[in-house]
């Protein structure tokens, strides 16, 4: 049966995993500027399984407004080209072959507003992950514990509501 100590420490781990892919979903939403996260994740079909971007490309800066990818292997060019024109931020890549460009265009109006609408559900989302962990980590504990578990999720609490606020801030400018 696992201490007391080390329910303290999973639940830890839970909400430090919790707000890691908090940061790393807020990254994929485009804000009008060039960021290799808004690439990293697509998803890009190889031998019939999905491989992450940034595991078959190097993706850079290209100035403040584009990225470069530039796959590995050549054989991967037209499908990450292909998945480069699905991302959510409709981008149109430029050339081909050995390198794309990638231009990151800047949002509209309704898209800002778009952005900040999903990355507040992601945070909600996020809180109610929080409170499903502390609910699980609760039923083994007892007063005192209760408390300091509750002062951990309050804390990552605190967190993820100012991740989000980073995140709405960056979609202002």
């Known amino acids: 049966m696992p201490t007391l100590e080390d329910a303290k420490k999973d639940f830890a781990a ?5 707000s890691g892919a908090l940061r790393s979903d807020l990254q994929k ?3 009008g500027r060039a960021r290799p996260g808004l690439l990293e994740g697509l998803g890009v079909e190889t031998g019939g399984t999905s491989t992450p971007l940034g595991q078959l490309a190097s993706i850079t800066l290209a100035g403040t ?3 470069w990818v530039k796959p590995w292997d ?3 060019a037209d499908a990450i080209h292909q998945v480069i024109r699905s991302a959510q931020f409709n981008p149109t890549p ?3 072959g ?6 990151v265009p800047p949002l509209t109006s309704d898209q ?3 952005a900040q609408k999903e990355a507040s559900g992601r945070g909600e989302e996020a809180h109610v992950q ?3 962990a502390l609910r699980e980590a609760l039923e083994a504990a007892s007063g005192e514990e209760a408390t300091e578990l509750r002062s951990l999720a309050e804390q990552c609490t605190e967190q993820i509501n100012k991740i989000v606020a980073d995140k709405e801030k960056t979609l202002h400018h």
């Open 98 to 103: 050995g390198s794309v460009r990638v231009p």
């Open 14 to 18: 839970k909400l430090e995993t919790i």
């Open 130 to 132: 929080v409170r499903t």
């Open 29 to 31: 939403i485009s804000d």
């Open 74 to 76: 050549p054989s991967h």
């Open 112 to 114: 800002r507003k778009q």
């Open 94 to 96: 430029e050339g081909g």
């Open 65 to 67: 407004t584009a990225l």
